[in-house]
């Protein structure tokens, strides 16, 4: 379900169909990478203007597509100067997460240690600048991570592609202890596509 007809949309749908259709996780998301690296250098796809408006306090979430067949989904976020996440997670499902303009930073983490399910113990595993043009992806048990917009004055787009509708995630709160988080979960809304 398209929320917007966009410039390019189509051909975007397509790529991701086409890289859905593959038989592993690890072949959709690098099908997935390549095409979004692409599509967004070509300048073949123009995202709609309202992706690039910031939201008061928060980064804005808005869907482009729903696919009904394939249960993925597509959404653009924009990261006003100094916005990020905490530490969260992706509730289990594969994320490829393309930069359209501006730049992120991204910072991965491995889950070392827990004290049943609410205490978590995270250590920080790489680091990454990414600018437009560049995607990553992220895979289950490997899905903890932080977003960042680093600019001082500059508005970060990205587009993420989700395996399934991401409604909820964990989230996680840094305790005292060095290293120690709480889990949170978090109810995730949608700004409008316009």
Not at 144 to 154: A, G, L, M, Q, V
Request: proline share 6%.
């Amino acid at each position: 379900m398209l929320t917007t007809e966009f410039p390019g949309c189509h051909e975007l749908i397509d790529a991701i169909d086409t890289a859905v259709s593959k038989e592993s996780t690890h072949a959709i998301t690098d099908s997935l990478r390549n095409s979004l690296c692409k599509l967004i250098r070509s300048g073949a796809v123009k995202l709609p203007d309202c992706v690039f408006e910031t939201a008061e306090g928060r980064y804005a979430r808005r869907e482009l597509y729903r696919s009904e067949e394939h249960g993925y989904c597509v959404v653009a976020m924009t990261w006003a100067p100094g916005q990020g996440t905490p530490i969260h997670d992706h509730c289990g499902m594969w994320c490829v997460e393309g930069v359209w303009s501006g730049a992120l930073e991204v910072v991965q983490y491995e889950r070392v240690q827990s004290d049943g399910e609410q205490r978590v113990c995270f250590q920080p595993v790489g680091s990454i600048q990414a600018g437009p043009g560049s995607a990553g992806s992220l895979i289950p048990p490997h899905e903890y991570h932080t977003i960042r917009n680093p600019s001082e004055d500059t508005v970060a787009v990205s587009l993420h592609i989700y395996s399934g509708n991401m409604t909820h995630c964990a989230v996680f709160q840094p305790l005292p202890e060095d290293h120690w988080y709480q889990r949170c979960e978090r109810q995730l809304g949608l700004d409008p596509v316009h």
